[in-house]
């Protein structure tokens, strides 16, 4: 039977990787709309950051 343990750590790391977006842009927020919008960025962040990290490195 195979291990995935390697597959578990990445899926915490990304996981607080949404909370930490969600703390950084609902602090940001303003009003209803932009709180909801808060909660989308914190859902689709991590995913633009490491993209963007890795493409900086040039993988």
Do not use: C, K, R
């Not at 039977?1 to 990787?17: H, P, R």
């Not at 930490?20 to 995913?47: K, M, N, R, S």
């Amino acid at each position: 039977m195979a291990s995935t343990a390697s597959g578990q750590a990445g899926n915490a790391i990304y996981g607080l990787g949404i909370f930490g977006a969600w703390v950084y842009f609902w602090i940001e927020a303003d009003g209803f709309w932009q709180h909801v919008l808060a909660i989308l960025e914190g859902i689709v962040w991590p995913a633009f950051a490491v993209y963007h990290g890795l493409q900086a490195l040039g993988a």
